[in-house]
């Protein structure tokens, strides 16, 4: 069964740090960490594409990173968190190459995780 299983996440102080990971079964060309807060749409947050490439909304840009480790699984090494990261945090992949803008865009991913709480106290 094709599934991405996310662990991580929990409850941080501001400037704190926190990990997420979304172990894939699978090889996936584009994969992506999304978020949503409660009454609005889910919003990428940091894509890696097939050649390495990776993508930031400016809100996290120097805070955020994304990467595989050496086991494949899509890291999301989180910094100086803030209060507004507070979201719930989905992993998404999909077989296909994703180009650009593609890569933060929600209805390009067709294989979503289970969702992880990632709260920041302030």
């Known amino acids: 069964q094709v599934q991405l299983v996310q662990s991580g996440g929990g409850s941080v102080q501001a400037g704190g740090s926190l990990t997420l990971s979304c172990a894939a079964s699978?090889?996936?060309?584009?994969m992506c960490w999304f978020r949503q807060i409660p009454g609005k749409e889910r919003g990428g947050v940091a894509g890696?594409?097939?050649?390495?490439?990776t993508a930031y909304t400016d809100s996290v840009k120097g805070r955020f990173t994304i990467y595989k480790d050496t086991k494949g699984s899509l890291l999301l090494q989180m910094n100086s968190l803030k209060p507004e990261d507070t979201a719930i945090y989905y992993c998404?992949?999909?077989?296909?190459?994703?180009?650009?803008?593609?890569?933060?865009?929600?209805?390009?991913?067709?294989?979503w995780g289970q969702g992880t709480q990632v709260t920041v106290a302030s």
């Open positions: 998404a992949a999909d077989r296909l190459r994703l180009f650009g803008t593609q890569r933060l865009r929600a209805p390009d991913y067709h294989l």
């Open positions: 699978e090889h996936f060309e584009s």
């Open positions: 890696l594409g097939y050649d390495g490439r």
